[in-house]
């Protein structure tokens, strides 16, 4: 099947800092990506909609100007987690629906943050 | 997208077949059912997906009931390595965010020698 990748796969940062996180498409294209967040033992909760060459749409609740995210191009978003804090510490994970006829989507391995 | 109620956890020896239920009765005419499983500190991964027949492929085999208000993943022959947190989601292929998903809190399958 498809593959995404994300970088890093772990992070740790000092409170106020900003992360960037990277998530690819390695061999196909991918207009759209999922940003995911999951806090330990809760499961998979939706951030964002990453669209290229567009905004992206976020979930309600979710601070659009504290996650900043860049569909640079088809193969590449990035999540950027600015003025970070102790309680962004998660799992951060992204998806990338393939252009097959079903939409499987495709998730990467996930990027681990811990703010001290 | 519809929504699915699944067990929060369930044990299966080691070599023996692992069926995992779903309820999704609210589910629509234009939505799949898909699984995926999350083994701890990965990202999810596709399993299998089905709209009204039975599916099977290299990994497990889907059952999907003659109403579409339930469904069943069954891993034949089940091994410590499939020990994860399985999700079953509702998605239409049609909406205009293909590809988003809804999670609900899954099942844990927990594989014993």
């Known amino acids: 099947g498809a593959v995404v990748s994300q970088h890093p796969s772990r992070v740790i940062c000092k409170s106020g800092t900003s992360v960037k996180i990277e998530c690819r498409s390695l061999d196909f294209q991918a207009t759209t990506m999922f940003w995911y967040r999951q806090f330990p033992k809760q499961s998979l909760m939706l951030m964002a909609t990453?669209?290229?060459?567009?905004?992206?749409?976020?979930e309600q609740g979710v601070e659009k100007d504290k996650f900043l995210i860049n569909h640079a191009s088809l193969t590449l978003s990035t999540l950027t987690v600015t003025s970070a804090h102790p309680e962004d510490s998660s799992f951060y994970i992204c998806?990338?629906?393939?252009?097959?006829?079903?939409?499987?989507?495709?998730f990467g391995p996930g990027t681990r943050l811990t703010v001290l | 997208d519809a929504k699915t109620t699944q067990p929060p956890s369930m044990d299966c020896a080691e070599g023996r077949a692992a069926n995992l239920p779903c309820n999704h009765s609210?589910?629509?005419?234009?939505?799949?059912v898909y699984w995926y499983r999350q083994i701890h500190s990965q990202g999810p991964q596709y399993i299998i997906h089905g709209l009204k027949n039975n599916e099977t492929n290299e990994m497990a085999s889907l059952i999907i009931t003659e109403d579409r208000k339930s469904s069943t993943l069954i891993l034949p022959h089940a091994t410590l390595r499939d020990t994860a947190v399985y999700y079953c989601i509702v998605r239409s292929i049609y909406n205009t965010n293909a590809g988003k998903s809804t999670f609900g809190d899954g099942t844990t399958l927990t594989v014993k020698p």
């Open positions: 998806s990338a629906p393939s252009a097959g006829r079903y939409n499987e989507q495709f």
């Open positions: 990453s669209n290229e060459g567009s905004k992206a749409t976020y």
């Open positions: 609210t589910i629509s005419g234009n939505e799949y």
